[in-house]
T-cell receptor, first 110, second 111 residues
Framework: GENVEQHPSTLSVQEGDSAVIKCTYS??????FPWYKQELGKRPQLIID?????GEKKDQRIAVTLNKTAKHFSLHITETQPEDSAVYFC?????????FGTGTRLTIIP | DADVTQTPRNRITKTGKRIMLECSQT?????MYWYRQDPGLGLRLIYY???????NKGEISDGYSVSRQAQAKFSLSLESAIPNQTALYFC??????????FGQGTRLTVV
C-alpha cells in the first residue's frame, strides 16, 4: 500500500519568515495530494491541494509543489503569521483512499 | 450548514466493553471514512465505504468493525475495547475525487 513520509516533525520559524514542509510518497499511481491544517483541539481542514497533472499551485501565502518523478511534494508558507501555528498533514490519494503523513507541528515565534 | 457530526465527543470505557462511535453527515457525500489519530503517527485509516453495502478495510482494521446503515450514517464499533485503542477518532466524508471533510472527532479512553 501507499506510504507517506513527512518531514520535519516539528518546525519553529520567526514570524514573517517562510516555512517549508516536505513529503514523499511510494505509490506512483497516487494522483491527488491534499494538505490539511489542524489547529489545537479542532478537526483537520483542507488548506490547499494539487493533482498529479500540475507541478505547482499557489493560494495567497500558501503554495504546493509536486515532483512526480521523485515522488515528493512540498508545502510552502510565506510571511508566516501567529495564526499559522498548527499541525500540518500531507496526504497522497489513490482510488480515493487518503494516506496521511505523520504531521508537522509548526510554531510561529512572535 | 452541511456538516459531519460525530457522537459521542468524549467517552471513557472499560477494557472488554463494546462501544459504538457514530457519524452522520448532511453533505450528501457517498464516501465515508474512519480514521484514528495518535500523537506522532498521524491519521491512520481504519475502514472506508464508498456506498451503502460497500465496506473496505483500511490499514488498521483489526479489533474494529463498521456498519453503513444509510448513505448519511457510518458507525464504528470496538467489539472488546483494549487500552491501546485509546485515541482520537475522526470520521470523514468526500465526493468522488473531491476534498475530504472531517467530523469534530471523538476522544476515546479505554481504562
Amino acid at each position: 500500500g501507499e506510504n507517506v513520509e513527512q518531514h520535519p516533525s516539528t518546525l519553529s520559524v520567526q514570524e514573517g519568515d517562510s516555512a517549508v514542509i516536505k513529503c514523499t510518497y511510494s505509490d506512483s499511481a497516487s494522483n491527488y495530494f491534499p494538505w490539511y491544517k489542524q489547529e489545537l483541539g479542532k478537526r483537520p481542514q483542507l488548506i490547499i491541494d494539487i493533482r498529479s497533472n500540475v507541478g505547482e499551485k499557489k493560494d495567497q501565502r500558501i503554495a504546493v509543489t509536486l515532483n512526480k518523478t521523485a515522488k515528493h511534494f512540498s508545502l510552502h508558507i510565506t510571511e508566516t503569521q501567529p495564526e499559522d501555528s498548527a499541525v500540518y498533514f500531507c496526504a497522497a490519494v489513490r482510488n480515493e483512499k487518503l494516506t496521511f503523513g505523520t504531521g508537522t507541528r509548526l510554531t510561529i515565534i512572535p | 450548514d452541511a456538516d459531519v457530526t460525530q457522537t459521542p465527543r468524549n467517552r471513557i470505557t472499560k477494557t472488554g466493553k463494546r462501544i459504538m462511535l457514530e457519524c452522520s453527515q448532511t453533505k450528501g457525500h457517498d464516501r465515508m471514512y474512519w480514521y484514528r489519530q495518535d500523537p506522532g503517527l498521524g491519521l491512520r485509516l481504519i475502514y472506508y465505504s464508498f456506498d451503502v453495502k460497500d465496506i473496505n478495510k483500511g490499514e488498521i482494521s483489526d479489533g474494529y468493525s463498521v456498519s453503513r446503515q444509510a448513505q448519511a450514517k457510518f458507525s464504528l464499533s470496538l467489539e472488546s475495547a483494549i487500552p491501546n485503542q485509546t485515541a482520537l477518532y475522526f470520521c470523514a466524508t468526500s465526493q468522488a475525487g473531491g476534498e475530504a471533510f472531517f467530523g469534530q472527532g471523538t476522544r476515546l479512553t479505554v481504562v
